[in-house]
Every structure is written in C-alpha cells, then in structure tokens.
C-alpha cells in the first residue's frame, strides 16, 4: 500500500533513462560513471536545497529557487531515476538517496550547513539526510511530508480501497487524457521561462509512472526514519496542504482525500511536536502535490524564516 503522493499521472519503466533531453538550465555532475543534475545559482549560507516529491523534479520548484537565490546560494537537483539525471532501477533505500544527495552537493563544492526542503517523499528523504548528517543540516522545511505512521492511521475502508488501486496499474494514457493533463500542468508552470516550462512539461507527460515507481519504497523508507534516530536540534516547520488537490482527484473520491487530510494534519502536528524546534503551519488553500505553486508566498516565508532564525 502506498500513500497517494503525487499522482502527476501523465516515469518510464526501470533501467530507460529518466529523460534524453539535454536539461534546459543547469548541468549534469559525474559522480562514479552516474551522472546527476544540479542547477545552482545565488551565494552565501546556509544553502537551501531543495528535494522533490515523487513524480516531481528539481525545476518543478524553479519559482521559490528564484526568490531564495536572491539571499542566499539555493539549489535544485534530480535524483537519479528522475528528471534529467542518469537512470537507476525504482524505487531505491533512504540510505541510497541520502549518500548520494550528500555526494553530489559536496562534489559541486555546495558548502554545508544546509536548509533543506523536502516535498511529500522528499519529506522523508530530508528526515534521513537530518537524521544521518546532523552536522551538515541547519534547518528542515517538511511540504506536506509522508509519514511512517500514516498506514496504520487509515481506517480499513481506506485501506482496502488504496490496496485495489495499487493492484490495478493506471492503463496508458490516451491522446485526449494527456491534453486534459496539458491542461492541468501549463496554467502552474506559466511564469516559467518558455524553454524550461515546455521541457517540464514534455517530461511529466512523458515520464507519468515515475512517482508511483519511486513511492514503492514508502514503508521501507518509513522503517528507515523511524529508527534512524531524533532529528538534531534545529529549526523544522512542517507546512501542511489541506486543500483540495486536483491530481490527486483523478483516483480518489473527496470523502477518501478528506480521511487523508485528517490523518496527516495529526501526524504533522505529532512530527512538528516532536522535533526540539519544531513548528507546525497550515495552508487550508492549498492542495498536495502543488502547495508551492499555489501558496509560494507561504513556502518563501517558511524559508525565510529558517534562514532568520539559523544561529539563534
């Protein structure tokens, strides 16, 4: 059973590369023979990096990279699997993702400490990076995040209907259901420049089964951070997305998206709770997979005020 992170429905199928397409900004890094993309722009510390959601990547959050790089060096980057960097089978262990997130900014000569931004999955991806490098981490912003706990917090109707949607893989989109998709995409990505925005979406239509590939790992990544060990003690704010999401409404009902609602405004207020300097905010006007599109001013000043409070 997994969690509905982004269901961006219009990935590929494992071992095909992520995308062919030189990226429209930034460059590839070689790490070992594997090459990842990066796009780093801005100067000084702490850097803010920012770690996609499932289905999602680095450009996608190329609006709030913008505006943080005018403070402060911030920092977009595809894992490996995804986006513009080289392919690897799906899905792949925290520990996996972690060691190479950490490789690759130290290899670009990105200087710690880091803020990091982790979207749905990339939540839980920045937990594990926090939990193994404390030192290296000066702050969390958790968008909407998955929980370890978040199966065992949905009644069994849900359950049931999550596991029939798992065991039915989503048949190849038609023509018409990938303008419909179109549609759906080029209204967020509208204050895009042209090249980046067209190359995006090109690519979420193409490559639609990435997310559900990378989300297979949720309950093994969850056992990772539950017992990976406390976060350190540094600013966290967990941004929680009740509204309605339009992509996640293709597969569920309201009634279903509502439970889920529900379910992770507990587990966030828990998370938030738990973490020595945790804080926990809400956006009633946003939904989950498009949180930073449709409330950057929200996510900017999250980060704002982790970079105000670093030191304090």
Known sequence: MSHPQ???????????????????????????????????????????????????????Y??????????????LYDRAGTGWSDPVPLPRTGAEVTDELRELLHSA???????????S??????????????AEVAGLLLLDPTHEDSVTRMSKQVLEMLERLNDQPPPEPT??????FRGLFAPRLAQWPEAVREALIAHHL??????????????????EVRHGGDLPDVPVIVLTAMGRD?????????EV???????????HAELAAAAPRGEHRVLDDAGHAWLHVERPDAVHRAITDLLDGVGR
């Open 257 to 267: 998206e509502r439970e889920f609602c529900d379910v992770k405004y507990a587990l």
């Open 206 to 223: 193409a490559h639609w089964r990435t997310g559900a590939q990378e989300g297979a790992n949720l309950v093994q990544l969850g056992e």
């Open 62 to 75: 190329l609006n709030l990279h913008d505006q943080v790089s005018e403070r402060t060096t911030s920092v």
């Open 175 to 180: 023509e018409e259901e990938l303008q419909q």
């Open 109 to 119: 000569g990105v200087p710690a400490p880091y803020i990091l931004v982790g979207h």
């Open 6 to 60: 982004s269901t961006n429905r219009p990935g590929t199928p494992d071992g095909e590369p992520a995308n062919d397409g030189t990226p429209p900004i930034g460059r590839r890094h070689d790490l070992g023979g594997r090459r990842l993309l990066l796009h780093r722009t801005g100067s000084g510390g702490p850097s803010v990096v920012f770690v996609p959601g499932a289905g999602m990547v680095g450009f996608d």
């Open 246 to 254: 339009m992509f996640q409404a293709v597969q569920l009902s309201e």
């Open 121 to 134: 999955l990339g939540g839980s991806y920045v937990r594990r990076y926090a939990q193994r490098f404390p």
